[in-house]
T-cell receptor
Framework: SQTIHQWPATLVQPVGSPLSLECTVE??????LYWYRQAAGRGLQLLFY??????ISSEVPQNLSASRPQDRQFILSSKKLLLSDSGFYLC???????????????FGSGTRLTVV | AQSVTQPDIHITVSEGASLELRCNYS??????LFWYVQSPGQGLQLLLK??????LVQGIKGFEAEFKRSQSSFNLRKPSVHWSDAAEYFC??????????????FGTGTLLAVQP
């Protein structure tokens, strides 16, 4: 069965420090991968998505970047964190083909990032 | 433009009472519709989905939703709420054509509180 792992679960980082959040998927090949940020009352904001190795699309301009060095690995990074980067970050995957082939998106358990 | 509206930010119901959470969408093609639930500090879990066919779909935990094309709605219902249903609920719409168009658009969520 397919599983998605996301770590760390909680992170407290000082302003100006770098960031690296990792997400890996098991049990599937060629998934679409997504990074979302969740802020209170604002729902889920899509930050990045990837349809293949090295292919990254950014949905909103920001202080963050994403990379996909391997088929089932998706990394969210920042060179210098801002206070506004605080939030709950969720990774998700979906099949490359029609969403009817699955239950839509499968989400990781999230990372709570606090920038101090 | 594609969008999802969940007009109720916060709802409180008594345990045992019925529940309806509203969702309206705007989508340029036949939509694929989803409801997810999120417990505090956790990822999102799929409750149910609609792709085609019978407009009344059954999900996990006793939830159901009805797709009404004429009203562009996909409301979530449960006949008798349990205290464990307290969580945040998200409606989402997507096209499911595969590849980059598998992006889901999420509503801002409805936070459900259950009174004893």
């Amino acid at each position: 069965s397919q599983t998605i792992h996301q770590w760390p679960a909680t992170l407290v980082q000082p302003v100006g420090s770098p960031l690296s959040l990792e997400c890996t998927v098991e049990g599937t090949s060629n998934p679409n991968l997504y990074w979302y940020r969740q802020a209170a009352g604002r729902g889920l904001q899509l930050l990045f998505y990837s349809v293949g190795i090295g292919q990254i699309s950014s949905e909103v301009p920001q202080n963050l970047s994403a990379s996909r060095p391997q088929d089932r690995q998706f990394i969210l990074s920042s060179k210098k964190l801002l206070l506004s980067d605080s939030g709950f970050y969720l990774c998700a995957w979906s099949p490359r083909k029609d969403l009817r082939a699955s239950n839509g998106y499968t989400f990781g358990s999230g990372t709570r990032l606090t920038v101090v | 433009a594609q969008s999802v509206t969940q007009p109720d930010i916060h709802i409180t119901v008594s345990e045992g009472a019925s529940l309806e959470l509203r969702c309206n969408y705007s989508y340029g093609a036949t939509p694929y519709l989803f409801w997810y639930v999120q417990s505090p500090g956790q990822g999102l879990q799929l409750l149910l989905k609609y792709f085609s066919g019978d407009t009344l779909v059954q999900g996990i935990k006793g939830f159901e939703a009805e797709f009404k094309r004429s009203q562009s709605s996909f409301n979530l219902r449960k006949p008798s709420v349990h205290w464990s249903d307290a969580a945040e609920y998200f409606c989402a719409v997507g096209g499911g054509y595969g590849g980059a168009t598998n992006k889901l658009i999420f509503g801002t969520g409805t936070l459900l509180a259950v009174q004893p």
